[in-house]
């Protein structure tokens, strides 16, 4: 169990933080290629990204 507060708390949200926020930018990249592949509607796109189960979770 990691104590909340501690330096090893910290590093472990820092990590889950960048990891998140490197998923969204590679998400939306994926949705921009594929938006301009298929040409199909952004809701398309946006409810598969919601069907995908969390990672890391």
Known sequence: MIEPGSGQ???ALRACAKQECLELTLNQF???SYLA???APARD?????????PVGR
Not at 45 to 53: F, G, L, M, V
């Open 9 to 11: 708390d910290r590093r």
């Open 30 to 32: 994926e949705i921009t």
């Open 37 to 39: 592949v298929t040409a």
């Open 45 to 53: 796109s946006s409810r598969t990204e919601c069907e995908k189960p």
